[in-house]
T-cell receptor, first 115, second 108 residues
Framework: DVKVTQSSRYLVKRTGEKVFLECVQD?????MFWYRQDPGLGLRLIYF???????EKGDIPEGYSVSREKKERFSLILESASTNQTSMYLC??????????????FGPGTRLTVT | LAKTTQPISMDSYEGQEVNITCSHN???????ITWYQQFPSQGPRFIIQ???TKVTNEVASLFIPADRKSSTLSLPRVSLSDTAVYYC?????????FGAGTRLTVKP
């Protein structure tokens, strides 16, 4: 079974703190994704990575950065947390095919509260 | 990037068949159609994926008409545990977006 794990299920941070959210997958997938999910807005893509040290902005990258130094690990960084970044953060991975059927495998999510 | 439109919510009763339709008028030739299910406090889970015609697996069927501008997820004989949000995605592996999804509530 594919496993995507996230470092914390719940996290509480203060405004202005630097926050690291870690994601690890064990299926040797090339692609990894970070989403945030807010009520009524569905999942919105923050960043994704299709290879080590590669990254692409998603739809809402402002206020976030990412790091992918190893294939299995993809980190989301909030340089200076703000209250509007309080959300559920979901990491996903998928195989690195260009065409054809594929699926994303999701982690359990990290509920981040910024006070 | 293909935009998808699906109902915000649907209600059903246990034992009924549920059909959720997704519109994707600007689907591209190489785009696949994928459906995910999400329970509260969990990440989405893949249900089914197709390119054209009909696909069936152990949990659902996916119907795609010839013009591929819409698709219908069919859940046979739903139970209370099928209460969840269902997302329709259209695109290629690195070019898919989740919409707001359809909240399905199954009643006893």
């Amino acid at each position: 079974d594919v496993k995507v794990t996230q470092s914390s299920r719940y996290l509480v941070k203060r405004t202005g703190e630097k926050v690291f959210l870690e994601c690890v997958q064990d299926m040797d997938h090339e692609n990894m994704f970070w989403y945030r999910q807010d009520p009524g807005l569905g999942l919105r893509l923050i960043y994704f990575s299709y290879d080590v040290k590669m990254k692409e902005k998603g739809d809402i990258p402002e206020g976030y950065s990412v790091s992918r130094e190893k294939k299995e690990r993809f980190s989301l960084i909030l340089e200076s947390a703000s209250t509007n970044q309080t959300s559920m953060y979901l990491c996903a991975s998928s195989p690195g095919i260009q065409w054809g059927p594929y699926e994303q495998y999701f982690g359990p999510g990290t509920r981040l509260t910024v006070t | 990037l293909a935009k998808t439109t699906q109902p915000i919510s649907m209600d059903s009763y246990e034992g009924q068949e549920v059909n959720i339709t997704c519109s994707h008028n600007n689907i591209a030739t190489n785009d696949y159609i994928t459906w995910y299910q999400q329970f509260p406090s969990q990440g989405p889970r893949f249900i089914i994926q197709g390119y054209k015609t009909k696909v069936t697996n152990e949990v659902a069927s996916l119907f795609i008409p010839a013009d591929r501008k819409s698709s219908t997820l069919s859940l046979p004989r739903v139970s209370l545990s099928d209460t969840a949000v269902y997302y329709c995605l259209v695109g290629r592996p690195n070019d898919m977006r989740f919409g707001a999804g359809t909240r399905l509530t199954v009643k006893p």
